[in-house]
């Protein structure tokens, strides 16, 4: 019997990379997406070296003809993993239309029209799991992206309830803090400001986020959908933790 599909986009960055590693040696056949053709073909090659079942696809996932086209040419996905995001600081009184649509282009509606792709052809009792953000319950610096992971939350649980029937389980993943090329982009300064916020004192990593994707998508859960699931250290518990 062939081996179930996943699919993660974004798949060649942080936490995206640390998922198509753990959802392959979970067993799956994993198609990693992503715009970083350099970066996509390398961590493809490497884990294929690794004896993994790993391939990778190059396109920008605003582009909704490549999507469909990618779709198209792959068999039916037993788990999708919405994992590609954006993240830009901006001050709330400079933050401007344009970062608000680039922030949703990326983070929210590249997301709905892949799934609703996938969503065509997987078989019932599928997965879906949307990479949101522990930031959604507010945040500083950065509103547009804010709105638009709260936007991500809204869809998980409108898909969930449309999917329900099917037996296709969507959940969301909140992650706080996670040590990927993304959190590096901040300044030492507000990475620093952000790590004293940080009940645990330190970023997670993205193994942390790729073994709770395992867990969302694997057989030991056939009841949880439309959920949030925060993996970030105690962040969403409110306290600074000093
Ligand atoms: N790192 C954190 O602290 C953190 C915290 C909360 C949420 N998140 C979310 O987790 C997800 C992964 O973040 P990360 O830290 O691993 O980021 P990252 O920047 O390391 O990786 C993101 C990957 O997505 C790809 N990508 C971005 N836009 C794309 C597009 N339009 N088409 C195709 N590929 C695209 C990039 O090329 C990159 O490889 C994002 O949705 C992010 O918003 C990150």
Redesign the pocket.
């Known amino acids: 019997m062939s081996q179930p599909m996943a699919l993660v986009?974004?798949g060649?960055?942080?936490?995206?990379l640390a998922t198509v590693e753990r959802l392959a040696r979970d067993g799956f056949s994993v198609v990693m997406?992503?715009?970083?053709a350099a970066?996509a073909n390398q961590e493809t090659q490497r884990l294929q070296a690794l004896g993994l079942d790993v391939q990778c696809r190059v396109?920008?996932?605003?582009d909704e003809t490549a999507v469909r086209d990618l779709i198209r040419t792959l068999p039916p996905i037993s788990a999708l993993v919405n994992?590609?995001?954006?993240?830009d600081e901006r001050q709330f009184l400079e933050v401007t239309t344009a970062d608000f649509r680039r922030a949703y282009e990326?983070?929210l509606i590249?997301v709905a029209t892949l799934t609703q792709e996938v969503a065509k052809t997987m078989a019932d009792g599928g997965r879906i799991v949307n990479?949101a953000?522990?930031?959604y319950l507010g945040a500083r610096n950065h509103p547009h992206y804010v709105a638009s992971?709260a936007a991500v939350v809204g869809y998980t649980r409108a898909s969930a309830m449309e999917l329900a029937p099917r037996g296709i389980l969507v959940n969301a993943i909140a992650?706080?803090?996670?040590d990927?090329?993304?959190?590096r982009s901040l300044s030492p300064e507000r990475l620093a400001q952000q790590l004293a916020l940080q009940p645990t004192g330190k970023?997670g990593l993205?193994q942390d986020i790729a073994q709770a994707v395992s867990f969302l998508v694997s057989p030991l859960t056939s009841f949880i959908t439309g959920q949030v699931l925060f993996v970030d250290g105690g962040k969403s518990l409110g306290g600074s933790g000093s």
């Open positions: 986009t974004g060649a960055g942080g936490m995206g997406v992503d715009r970083d970066l396109l920008d996932l605003t994992n590609a995001g954006i993240f990326v983070n590249a990479i953000s522990r930031a992971k992650p706080g803090l996670i990927t090329p993304l959190l970023a993205p």
